[in-house]
């Protein structure tokens, strides 16, 4: 069974470990997302988010002291100023990719960023996939991106009425801009 200190999170064998990222873990993360991405952006990404003091919180599946999955998360501001958590990269390896890890993996960032206090998240990414996890179109709620990526621009609030309704344009960390992301 999996062993994670967060409700919510389901076992899925028993070795497998999903827990906030500690010192010594960054070379197996960056393993992760090179293996994961087609280039190594979102790799770059992870770093500059980590040295820029920014990744406030970084998911990892730790299977026997190897880290087989990664989520990580980054502040983002609404034009109005509201703070809120920008989910992504989403990394796990091929060979333990459609067992539920990276679900796993998000179900726990997202209730450690709300339980850090932040009250909405965002994600550019697949409305299929993040919809089970309680993200819809970012349009719906008067919020847009740099990007231009509706729909897939997606927001969620993490407390009840938790969502910065109507707060204009969200913009991700400088690193996404600085790494070349």
Known sequence: MVFCIFSGVMPMDDRTIIRRERPG????????NLAAFPTDAEARLVDCLRAAGSLTV???????G???GHAAFSPVTAANGALGIGLGPVAVLESHRR??????IIRAGLESSRAAGFTWAVVLGGPAYYGRFGF?????????DTYDAAPYFQAMSLIPDGLPIGAGVVRYHAAFADCGC
Do not use: K, N, W, Y
């Open 136 to 144: 819809a179109v970012a349009s719906r709620f008067g919020l847009s």
């Open 25 to 32: 873990d960054e070379p197996g993360i960056r393993t992760v």
């Open 66 to 68: 190897r880290i087989v």
């Open 58 to 64: 970084s998911m990892v599946a730790d299977l026997d």
């Open 99 to 104: 067992h539920g890890l990276a679900a796993q």
